[in-house]
């Protein structure tokens, strides 16, 4: 098959790029900075020549935004929402003006589109959206609105031979460099790998071997349809995820951090507190009905399996 990954040079379309060329399949990646073999370039807002990649692809898996990785300031709020929503816009009017639409649109989107709870776990059919929780910061909420904005946006888009899928994604862990693992596995080496806030928040996460098997798997089921959680089926209180990851590594402490703390470490790293507070307690209902097997779905097992690999060489 043709693949065409636009915004495919973060990690988690490097993991895709990796595990899809390697099943044989043709994959062509649009960036603003095409450097590689299979690099076209674009502008993530505009049809233009990068448009001809679309006509007669198989498959298109749109996971072009400003990286969260960030602090949310106004200014990069609103760059992650204009990201989002034009590069959307622009796939989907590359697919309407197609002679030979791709049969299937795999689109971006986000755990975080569903509200801070503890109560009970999010699937996509009894799950509550955020934007209306009480005691939340007001950015968190515009982060909502920022998920719904982008899940409309390919919803709205005249493709009626395109299948379109909303990718619903967890925190996806894997070993490459500058991801949420290396992140979390730093920290726990240094020994600060302990609950933060108190640690009863949920984190909702999935492994990258299970991400590739589930696009896979959407792709080849053509009765699936809108939005998706892509996450595994065990989210876990903050406080148990470290405590597993520290033992994968062998850390016996981690220290705690408090909201304070949290912030402080958030601005050193460049980075905001909701990717570290809200609770993400997230389940994978529709994977899981349609009869998806998780490799690895719970987090002690997917920790050990990405501890091992990171110890030899990140491969």
């Excluded at 030979?100 to 986000?110: A, E, H, I």
Aim: hydrophobic share 45%.
């Amino acid at each position: 098959m043709k693949i065409v990954i636009p915004g495919g040079t973060g990690q988690v379309g490097a993991i895709l790029n990796r595990a899809l060329t390697a099943a044989g399949h043709d994959v062509v990646v649009l960036t603003r900075r095409p450097a590689r073999d299979r690099e076209v370039g674009w502008d993530g807002a505009s049809p233009a020549a990068w448009t001809k990649e679309l006509d007669g692809s198989d498959v298109v898996i749109n996971l072009a935004g400003r990286s969260v990785n960030c602090r949310y300031t106004r200014d990069n709020l609103r760059a992650m929402m204009d990201s989002r929503v034009r590069s959307t816009r622009a796939v989907g009017q590359a697919i309407a003006a197609a002679a030979r639409p791709p049969r299937v649109w795999l689109q971006m989107s986000t755990a975080t589109i569903y509200a801070h709870r503890f109560d009970a776990p999010n699937d996509e059919a009894t799950g509550v959206l955020g934007g209306a929780e009480p005691g939340v910061p007001g950015y968190w909420r515009y982060s909502v609105e920022i998920a719904k904005a982008w899940e409309r946006a390919q919803d709205q888009a005249d493709t009626p031979d395109t299948r379109k899928v909303a990718l619903r994604t967890a925190m996806v862990m894997s070993p490459d460099r500058g991801g949420v693992f290396d992140v979390l596995l730093r920290l726990t080496r240094l020994g600060l790998g302990g609950p933060v806030g108190g640690g009863a928040q949920y984190v909702s996460w999935i492994h990258e071997s299970d991400l590739v098997r589930a696009v896979e798997f959407l792709i080849g089921r053509d009765d699936l349809s809108g939005p998706v959680n892509l996450a595994a089926p065990d989210p876990v209180p903050q406080r148990t995820f470290m405590r597993a990851l520290r033992a994968a590594w062998g850390v016996p402490v981690g220290l705690p951090a408090t909201r304070w703390m949290a912030e402080l470490g958030a601005f050193a790293l460049r980075s905001d507190t909701e990717l570290l507070l809200k609770s993400r307690r997230v389940v994978p209902g529709r994977l899981l009905d349609a009869g998806f097997a998780f490799d690895h779905p719970q987090w002690p097992d997917a920790a050990t399996d990405l501890v091992r690999r990171t110890r030899l060489g990140r491969k």
